[in-house]
């Protein structure tokens, strides 16, 4: 993983973290919402020390990014602790992040019923809550560097398989 293992000699002054979650979707019993997974994020960053004497820079892929920009808004909403780590965070490059959705119909099939069909739900399009959590994004980064990279063409979606 270029992250944990190129960064750090790349940038040797770097301290660099990964924060993962379960990504399982079919025969998936979690039931986190996105909201929950950036609190888990609140809690890592509040328990470790990491934004006690360097800038944070997020690096997200994905639905990561969208977990990112939840946690940002609920530091910006937080305690102390939480305003100050907001404050030391210089800004975050998001991969490929559907912040206006993206087609989940495949998806939605694969998990129909499963405690996680409603955090694909949230990703779908259109999306109340990604609206809102664009919304509210936008107070909380204003001062943040914020690099986005995207695609640019079309790319085939997870399809099902009928085939025994």
Do not use: C
């Not at 997974?37 to 004497?53: P, T, Y």
């Not at 969208?66 to 907001?86: S, Y």
């Amino acid at each position: 993983m270029w992250i944990r293992d190129a960064l750090p000699k790349a940038f040797p002054n770097a301290r660099v973290v990964l924060f993962g979650y379960d990504t399982t979707l079919v025969r998936s019993n979690s039931f986190q919402t996105i909201p929950d997974l950036a609190l888990s994020l609140v809690n890592n960053l509040k328990a470790s020390d990491l934004g006690a004497k360097k800038p944070l820079l997020f690096l997200a892929h994905s639905l990561g990014g969208i977990v990112v920009k939840e946690t940002l808004v609920a530091l910006a909403n937080g305690d102390d602790r939480g305003r100050q780590i907001l404050q030391q965070t210089a800004g975050a490059v998001f991969f490929g992040v559907p912040s206006r959705g993206m087609e989940t119909q495949t998806l939605l099939t694969m998990v129909h019923g499963q405690a996680n069909e409603g955090l694909l739900r949230d990703l779908a399009t259109p999306s109340k809550y990604l609206q809102s959590l664009a919304d509210r994004f936008v107070e909380v980064s204003g001062r943040m560097t914020l690099f986005w990279a995207f695609e640019t063409r079309t790319s085939p979606t997870v399809t099902v398989s009928t085939s025994p």
